[in-house]
């Protein structure tokens, strides 16, 4: 399972954190990775929250991104204005995952991050 990440400039890893644990919890499940669009590959709470979880962060370029909106379920006008993308999160979750994958938990809010869940589809 895959944990697709969304989070503000500066966000915390404290919140990506908060964010993840109520979306595993929702799902009775643990995530084996963090997603986030690649645009964000810089920010410092990232990477913090995936060396704290001893987990890989996969990122993901715009058109794998892009690409995976079609399947989100949750839709942002105010990350579709800043980012171009209206579901960073569940976007996120659903490349990561690939084609035919599935979203099990749409984004949850944690403070300034969001957590959405994907699954591979099963072979």
């Given at each position: ?80 204005r ?38 591979k589809?099963p072979?």
């Amino acid at each position: 399972m895959i944990a697709g990440i969304g989070c503000r400039r500066g966000c915390s890893a404290e919140d990506i954190l908060h964010a993840l644990h109520v979306a595993c919890a929702d799902a009775g499940r643990r995530a084996a990775a963090l997603a986030a669009p690649a645009f964000k590959a810089d920010e410092p709470g990232l990477r913090e929250a995936s060396r704290l979880l001893g987990l890989p962060l996969i990122l993901v370029d715009a058109a794998p991104l892009s690409a995976a909106q079609a399947r989100c379920v949750t839709r942002s006008p105010r990350a579709e204005r800043a980012t171009g993308v209206a579901s960073v999160a569940e976007g996120s979750a659903l490349a990561a995952v690939g084609a035919g994958g599935r979203l099990l938990l749409p984004r949850v809010i944690g403070g300034a991050a969001t957590c959405a869940l994907a699954e591979k589809a099963p072979a």
